[in-house]
């Protein structure tokens, strides 16, 4: 077999087959989220929004009660340090170790919350970028048919 015949076939081969690119549909190009054959990246709003949710309620419950128990344990140790207790000296610590985990949390919370509605926003985008950019691949396509 020459090589223009190789070559012949190949084209032929080719063009029988479908080179277009797929994202989140299936052959017959109905679009359905969440069951794109071979679809790398599914995202339910509902799922994230329900978890960004609970984090900003954790987070908003943390930041009004969280933090109740701190003034009177400062004034513990207050009292004990001054009555020379060395139990003072200790409940400082834990009074500080308190205070700082709980800012830990209230972050974790909050970065938990805002990331999610970030990404909620930034997929909507692109994936409207994605489609419209698959769109004109798709006119080019046809055109050079």
């Known amino acids: 077999m020459s090589f223009e015949d190789e070559w012949a076939e190949c084209q032929k081969t080719a063009n029988q087959r479908s080179t277009r690119m797929q994202l989140n549909q299936t052959p017959d190009g109905n679009y359905r989220p969440g069951r794109a054959p071979g679809g790398d990246l599914v995202v339910h709003d509902n799922e994230l ?3 960004g949710n609970e984090a900003y309620g954790l987070y908003q419950h ?10 009177a344990t400062f004034a513990a140790a207050t009292a004990m340090t001054s009555s020379s207790l060395s139990l003072g000296s200790a409940l ?4 500080d170790n308190w205070s700082t985990q709980l800012g ?13 509605d970030y990404s909620q926003k930034r997929h909507k985008e692109d994936e409207a970028r994605i489609a419209t950019g698959m769109h004109t691949v798709s006119k080019l396509y046809d055109y050079f048919k």
């Open 62 to 71: 943390l930041r009004t009660q969280g933090d109740e128990a701190r003034p």
């Open 49 to 51: 929004g329900a978890i």
């Open 104 to 116: 830990s949390l209230k972050e974790a919370c909050a970065h938990i919350s805002n990331h999610l």
């Open 92 to 95: 400082y610590q834990v009074h």
